[in-house]
């Protein structure tokens, strides 16, 4: 069974630009987190989508958003990048039917790298 | 405001002996404890959870505590083995409101187990 997929594995922006990273759930998954670690911190949450709707977003300025498609894939896109954007964005996916105390199951990551 | 901390950055231990792995939590609204341990270039797999109302929660090799009153939980590794060398990863839940569906990560422990 294929994992959580995403893509790309790696990406180098400069400032101002925008970023549209992609993601793939496990099958039969309808949640699909998204996090950012940055160097040296924990994973920090950024968005949960399940079902199409937006359930949750972190403490993150609005030019962080994203949405999930119909076959429960998702993007998280970043306008205006700023060189504190630059980290590994991790994707994770979950059954969906006990947020918050279902283990997720995390992609490789995109490491974006603000220039 | 972290408030989940890991406060060693990195832990060493000789294969075949004990592994202590802590974790302490701020918020006390937290009623579910995760972890999971991260291999270089790949995405946080899940290791072990707890729930706010046991104590123990064990499985194989790995054991999670949870001391409530001191917010305090850790991971037991016996015995430990090269290939347990990974980043470890405590995270907390919350049912509900703000923080429903969302993980809030520690910092990360560097794990090396030698042979």
């Known amino acids: 069974e294929a994992g959580v997929t995403q893509s790309p594995t790696h990406l180098i922006k400069t400032r101002g630009q925008q970023v549209t990273l992609r993601c793939s759930p496990i099958s039969g998954h309808t949640s699909v987190y998204w996090y950012q670690q940055a160097l040296g911190l924990g994973l920090q949450f950024l968005l949960w989508y399940d079902e199409g709707e937006e359930r949750n977003r972190g403490n993150f300025p609005p030019r962080f958003s994203g949405r999930q498609f119909p076959n429960y894939s998702s993007e998280l896109n970043v306008n205006a990048l700023e060189l504190e954007d630059s980290a590994l964005y991790l994707c994770?996916?979950?059954?969906?039917?006990?947020?918050?105390?279902?283990?997720?199951?995390f992609g490789s990551g995109t490491q974006l790298s603000v220039l | 405001d972290q408030q989940v901390k890991q406060n060693s950055p990195s832990l060493s231990v000789q294969e075949g002996r004990i592994s202590i792995l802590n974790c302490d939590y701020t918020n006390s609204m937290f009623d579910y404890f995760l972890w999971y341990k991260k291999y270089p270039a790949e995405g946080p797999t899940f290791l072990i959870s707890?729930?706010?109302?046991?104590d123990k929660n064990e499985d194989g090799r790995f054991t999670v505590f949870l001391n409530k009153s001191a917010k305090h939980l850790s991971l037991h590794i016996v015995p430990s083995q090269p290939g347990d060398s990974a980043v470890y990863f405590c995270a907390a839940s919350a049912a509900g409101g703000t923080s429903y569906g969302k993980l809030t990560f520690g910092q990360g422990t560097i794990l090396t187990v030698h042979p």
């Open positions: 994770a996916s979950s059954l969906g039917d006990r947020a918050g105390i279902e283990k997720l199951f």
């Open positions: 707890i729930s706010s109302i046991k």
